[in-house]
């Protein structure tokens, strides 16, 4: 039996001390940029010109999948299908229908666990409904229902650009982004001026702009003609049947988001943020998905996730909910003559997802001594969830103590952080998900301002470490 202190019986002294005798009780936190070399600050600032490079071409699930199979073949990764013999060495990867993908390079002993980085590849957004294409007073409109958590009057009067897919009835994919060129023309959703706002102010905020009211404006010219009507409408299915060889029913067989149409950018005289749409999640998807291209050798099996579906409680085949990272693992385990079950037991994963800043415009959401702050390193959360840690996974202290003591010996700089005050909402990630397949799992990301908003901003020291704590978990 292990000894338990008490305190009985015992006197407390007290003792006259100095205040560097003092501080050795307490934690040391200091801002990044006091603490990192000018060489190192220079590193991190290289290694966001990447991030900022990869934000302005992936905007979407398809598009990330797409740049990160790109990535992984360019540095000797091979397709992976179920079935398929590895062996020590091999860097596979599986995609799941082109919007999730699962990288690992294989190390040895696989029953010792592997070791996971799970990150998120969509953002809120709006989503074009099933029928979406209609005219109203000569004016033509995409109906959308949004992706996620968003405030909704955020997504008005600001340019949006349009990607996805169209499955034709010849069975041809159109793959459709439009907006993001210099060159392209963008769409936005209207909002009413404020002359004329007064009750709509009235709304409560939620309600300033409604779901319906999301209505994408995309186009005014009349095609001409006689007896036709809809003359807008049939107009503009002229020039996408003209672009794509599309008819209006073939919207039934496609998935169109609206994302803004916003470059990334540098924030603040001293270029030490980024401004962009989606940082949550790509901020902790592109530094996870560049820490597994650099792993060579690992002793422990390395997998990189970048799943689908976060946004939106993680169900459909495409999340963490459903079973394709369960199937992979499994499969491994069986080409590699593995017992699956000793495999998820040893494993350890580091939920890759963004954590909300402080920020002091807004003190009152947050409780300062469990807050994550700007450039203070990489955010560790043992728990998240809502109402008295509901969905939640919250990680064991032994866990938590590998994890931290792992990125203290590594030169992680790392900090805590909870997502606001207790009692006033919270939030998921995919934690919950891995920690069901009897995996230790912890939350690990970047902290975000202005989360889920159509321009996000985070800090480049934090991604930076973001990068440097995927790295020396796996390496
Ligand atoms: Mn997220
Ligand atoms: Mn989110």
Request: aromatic share 10%; with cysteine.
């Amino acid at each position: 039996m292990k000894k338990i202190i008490t305190f009985v019986n015992e006197f407390l002294i007290q003792k006259i001390m100095t205040k560097e005798e003092a501080k050795k009780f307490f934690m040391d936190r200091k801002n990044l940029s006091l603490i990192m070399s000018d060489e190192e600050i220079k590193k991190a600032h290289e290694f966001c010109e990447g991030y900022k490079d990869f934000m302005s071409k992936a905007k979407t699930e398809r598009e990330i999948n797409v740049y990160a199979i790109e990535k992984a073949e360019k540095a000797g990764f091979k397709r992976f299908n179920f079935g398929d013999k590895v062996k020590k060495g091999d860097k596979i990867y599986f995609d799941n229908r082109g919007k999730a993908v699962i990288l690992a390079v294989i190390g040895e002993n696989i029953e010792d666990g592997v070791n996971l980085t799970a990150a998120h590849i969509d953002s809120p957004r709006l989503d074009l409904k099933e029928n979406p294409l209609y005219e109203q007073e000569e004016l033509g409109f995409f109906k959308t229902h949004y992706y996620g958590g968003i405030k909704k009057y955020q997504w008005t009067a600001i340019p949006l650009s349009l990607h996805g897919v169209i499955i034709k009835k010849d069975g041809k994919k159109v793959i459709v982004n439009i907006g993001e060129d210099e060159n392209d023309p963008v769409f936005l959703v209207t909002d009413l001026l404020p002359h004329l706002a007064q009750n709509q102010m009235k709304r409560p905020a939620n309600e300033i702009i409604r779901g319906e009211e999301l209505n994408i404006l995309i186009g005014s010219y009349c095609v001409k003609g006689e007896d036709i009507s809809s003359r807008v409408k049939t107009n503009i299915m002229q020039i996408l049947n003209a672009k794509y060889g599309i008819v209006e029913g073939d919207f039934l067989n496609s998935e169109l988001e609206a994302v803004p149409a916003l470059k990334p950018k540098d924030i603040g005289f001293d270029r030490s943020m980024i401004g962009a749409y989606g940082h949550d999640d790509k901020v902790c998807a592109y530094p996870e998905l560049m820490a597994i291209l650099e792993i060579k050798d690992p002793k422990k099996t390395a997998i990189a996730i970048l799943t689908d579906k976060e946004e939106t409680g993680s169900d459909g085949n495409t999340g963490l909910n459903s079973s394709y990272l369960k199937y992979f693992i499994e499969d491994l385990a069986a080409t590699l003559g593995a017992n699956p079950r000793k495999v998820f037991s040893n494993s350890k994963c580091l939920s890759a997802d963004v954590n909300s800043a402080y920020d002091p415009t807004f003190p009152d959401v947050f409780e300062k001594a469990n807050s994550s702050f700007l450039n203070y390193g990489v955010v560790v959360t043992k728990f998240t969830g809502s109402r008295g840690k509901y969905g939640t996974s919250d990680a064991n202290a032994e866990f938590t103590a590998e994890i931290h003591h792992l990125f203290d010996k590594e030169g992680v700089i790392w900090q805590n952080g909870e997502l606001g005050k207790v009692d006033l909402g919270g939030g998921g990630t995919v934690a919950l998900y891995m920690a069901n397949l009897n995996i230790d799992t912890i939350d690990v990301g970047v902290p975000v301002l202005s989360m889920h908003a159509p321009y996000e901003t985070v800090s480049k020291l934090d991604t930076y470490m973001a990068y440097k704590a995927f790295y020396a978990f796996q390496k």
